[in-house]
Structure formats: C-alpha cells, structure tokens
C-alpha cells in the first residue's frame, strides 16, 4: 500500500503563487511515475502535470509557464509549485503515484482545495 498526503492548499488573490506538496510513504519506488490533478466544482477530473521516475515531466496547455512540477526521492515528496494563479485554476488538486511493483496501480492523495479569488 502507499499512502499520499497533500498539503499547501489554501486561498490565494489572483496572480499569487501556492507550493503544494504531497508526501508518500509505504511501498513505494523512485521509478514510480507521479502528477498532480484537479477537479473543479462541475468537471471531471483532469491532468494538471506529469514526472516520470527519470525526472521528465509533462505539462497540460493551460499550466505551461506557470506550473513547475519536481520530485524529491530523498524526502518522499512531490511538489507542485504554481505561479501568475488564475481564478480558473479554482479546483481541488490531487497526487497521484503509480506504482511499479505488481501489481501496477494508482494511489492517489485527499486533495486539497486551491482558491483563486480578490
């Protein structure tokens, strides 16, 4: 099992920036593929950012150039850094870790809500 758990969310004015991070532990791997997701009031679920257990990461259009995605094997810990916030950006946003070992699996965090709003 592996358990994640996000934290940094919070209200923010628009334009601000937020550093959400979410830590792992359990039976985890640093070839474990992660992301962040968000899901606003209405919508489905959706891709915010993407880091492979090589490092290489993966941005949805709407992020590019604001959002910075890193991982920490050391510390267990993934982070979502989000620069220039937009009210848009309103959603609750969740970790997700895919598991290598067999079987392979999602785990995903609690979420934790993002406000963007004067």
């Known amino acids: 099992q592996v358990q994640l758990v996000e934290s940094g969310g919070g209200l923010v004015q628009p334009g601000g920036s937020l550093r959400l991070s979410c830590a792992a532990s359990?039976?985890?791997?640093?070839?474990?593929?992660m992301g962040w997701y968000r899901q606003a009031p209405g919508k489905q679920r959706e891709l915010v950012a993407s880091?492979?257990?090589?490092?290489?990461?993966n941005y949805a259009d709407f992020v590019k150039g604001r959002f910075t995605i890193s991982r920490d094997d050391a510390e267990n810990t993934m982070y979502l850094q989000m620069n220039s916030l937009k009210p848009e950006d309103t959603a609750v946003y969740y970790c997700?870790?895919?598991?290598?070992?067999?079987?392979?699996?999602?785990?995903w965090g609690q979420g934790t809500q993002v406000t963007v709003s004067s």
């Open positions: 880091i492979s257990g090589g490092g290489n990461t």
């Open positions: 359990g039976r985890i791997s640093v070839a474990d593929p």
């Open positions: 997700n870790r895919r598991s290598t070992f067999w079987p392979p699996r999602d785990f």
